[in-house]
């Protein structure tokens, strides 16, 4: 077993655990900051540090299109190359590769897709895009699934829901065959001396690793854990299938997948509380890209365990501000003189020491700044909100 | 007087000095980082403070038009706008203003120009630059000058210099009447406290800073500072002649203008060497707009006590970062895989943590960071280079 997932309380249907990973305990419910490129665009890893993220989700198919994962493989894998002490969890590159719908072509084999960077032709099967996260090195890393599309008919559900089953156990396959080619099973850098216990004889190498001298990883939580993501669209009876089965595979935890792809939310909620039933409570489950704060804490209430979603940096990004108070769109005029800190309640960095006035001048002229403190901002309103939940359960 | 200057030591030429402002004190000499519209741009004040900035410049022309002088002084000022509560010095605008050479008209009265950023139009003159610098309430501002262009003949220098004298003495003459109407000088937030001291009746304020009751400013670190600038282009007897007349007016200190507008770097340092001849001893001396790190040592080994330039954090946004084995361009492919710091000499938080590989990704990847962290580094590149030279007066 490669992740303990220890449940020290729960409140109904909710539960709050503690992730063993290899790189440190993650606190759940969890929501997971989005690093697509190997950084959560503008934010400094000491401020995530700082602000207490415990994971961070790395996406595998723009990090296997740049820098590349060979590249990010020989530097010691993504933790390293992005100075990232803490977990990290990685998509499998294929809910990117499906939106890229006019670029794609999929076969059983798997997906050929043209870059949205230079238009060249790549592929991605159950083993290239396990290969990779292998290469990457997350500490959990997903197995890869056809997201299907909405609203599709029942036929189109099951066929993809059964190619997603297949793929579920040729991922599976071949992470057994090859997890121990992960980058740190075998070099552990000093700098994670904290939260490695190296086994057998370390010996120092030219760059200040220590490079583990024999295979015997006696250690359990030294090897990513890798989950299998349940499909089967809107329809309740394919969804149970789709879970059931792919327990039957077997993984160190669940996804529920192909939500939040233009479907009603109060659909999702009911397709999330409906999908849950049928998976293991000892087995972490993680909902993929929700949600707003509302849902993050509907579903983490109905169970759900690990959330991540680009809105609270995007957002960010485009001057959208969650806080205690709602949401406030920072261009507005009406902010031009407010000399009161962004969220009163909120004790970021950000509203801390800045003004509404402050940070709406940043914004309108378009100043690097900005994006950095709206994000900061943002990323502690989601980051808070899963600490109320958690004490909350 | 508004500002003391007190020289600690002398090394030949070059002094080592303590500027105490109203806003804290500065060790000289100086390289002051531009923040041109309220913000290094990227770089959150946290960690300008963590860098040991002790003053940074500010462009009044940039604040001017966005978010307007209104507006700030409303606010309690630039400090308190930017929440920045160490020192701040503004330039009057006319460098900026001057540079829009196909949108500006200038005549005896002051320069009408376009906005580079709606092409509307504007006026500043000695009085309005005066006017707006009061506004912003920097500790030291600039008399409005006119930067002549390189090169010039005689005529143009002399009749340039001549109406640059005649705005000092516009420039100073509207300091002296308007001087108190500094946001700060009457109002001191809280925020200040530790820096300020408060003289009179303090009385709470309904947004928590204190009004003082009286005009009793008994503490003359409390008010704005006003340097004159010497101008007479690349011409050793209209230097001399600028800077005497300049000195005869009378300011808190005094800034060598006119110079890195496209001359030979050779012919700066022989102008600066000359002019500082006829600079008093016991006043500041500033240097405007230089220069590159080799430069800024020369300088300061010249006498120069505080220096400003866009280059370390404009090249850091162009990817060119200023390293201890030299400049490095860090978008060149031969990085991708390098993991060694950026500068094995530098303790910057860049240099303790990331590689040149990961730096080299951000850039390649236009990401935001990768402007964050190279700014960072340039940062600190040119204070530490101010330190050593420091310590070694």
Known sequence: MSLRFE??????????????????????????????????????QDLLEQLDVQILLGNTYHLYLRPGIDQIRKLGGLHRFMS????????????????????????????????????SSHFLSPETAIGAQIGLGADIIMAFDECTEFP???????????????????????????KSEVPWARIYPDYYDDVCVCVGDGQASKNGA??????????????QALFGIVQGGMDHALRKESAERTIDIGFDGYAVG????????????EVVESTLQHLPKDKPRYLMGVGTPEEIVEYANLGIDMMDCVLPTRAARHGLLF????????????YSGDQSPLDPSCSCPVCRRYSRAYLRHLYSSNEVLSQVLNTIHNLTYYLDTMRRVRHSI
Request: proline share 5%; aromatic share 6%.
């Open 323 to 334: 806080t205690s108070e709602g949401k406030i769109s920072i261009k507005q005029a009406r």
């Open 84 to 119: 990232w002490p803490r977990a990290i969890l990685t998509d499998s590159g294929g809910f990117q590769v499906f939106s890229l719908s006019d670029l794609r072509k999929v076969t059983e084999e798997g997906v050929t897709f043209r870059s949205h960077l230079d238009g």
């Open 210 to 223: 220590r490079v583990i001298e024999n295979d015997d990883l006696r250690l359990p939580a030294k090897a």
């Open 258 to 269: 192909g939500l939040s792809v233009g479907e009603p939310r109060a659909l999702t909620r």
């Open 152 to 178: 599709a008919d029942r036929k189109r559900l099951r066929d993809s829901m059964e190619m997603t089953l297949r793929w579920a156990a040729r991922s599976k396959k071949h992470f057994q065959e090859h």
């Open 7 to 44: 449940i020290r309380k729960t409140n109904n249907a909710a539960r709050r655990s503690t992730l063993h990973t290899p790189h440190g305990e993650v606190e759940t419910p969890v929501f997971m900051p989005v690093g697509t490129a190997a950084t959560v665009k503008g934010v400094p």
